[in-house]
């Protein structure tokens, strides 16, 4: 399920900049802006120690958190609604970024298609 819901958050075409609507409100209500909320993904992400996931999760009540989850660990174990993961096993980008993950971040940020996030909302 991981997998799944990592790859589906792709697009191929040219992706907007930041999400817009109900998941821009919760993003800023939540972390105080898009950048924030970016950085804290991005932090988790790249100081989560060996194989992981980090996610951009909303409880029932919309709010949004980031969390680091090792291994194959998602959300949905913990009652949480998974909207945005990020693939921080090794395998998922050695062979083009080596030990590079923030990196390897970066180019995940220019290919997430925000309406399948948002739609996860």
């Known amino acids: 399920m991981n997998h799944?819901?990592?790859f589906e958050?792709?697009?191929?075409?040219?992706a907007q900049s930041e999400p817009l609507g109900a998941l821009a409100v919760a993003s800023v209500k939540s972390f105080g802006s898009f950048e924030e909320m970016k950085a804290k993904m991005n932090v988790a992400a790249t100081t989560l120690f060996g194989s992981g996931w980090a996610w951009l999760c909303a409880?029932?009540?919309g709010n949004l958190s980031i969390l680091q989850?090792?291994?194959a660990d998602n959300p949905l174990r913990h009652g949480l609604k998974p909207l945005?993961?990020?693939?921080?096993?090794?395998?998922a980008y050695y062979l083009d970024y080596q030990n590079r993950r923030p990196d390897y971040l970066a180019a995940l940020w220019g290919i997430i298609d925000w309406d399948i996030v948002a739609s996860r909302l």
């Open 69 to 71: 989850m090792p291994n």
């Open 59 to 61: 409880d029932a009540e």
């Open 84 to 91: 945005l993961t990020f693939d921080v096993w090794e395998h």
């Open 9 to 14: 958050q792709f697009t191929p075409q040219p």
């Open 4 to 6: 799944s819901l990592y």
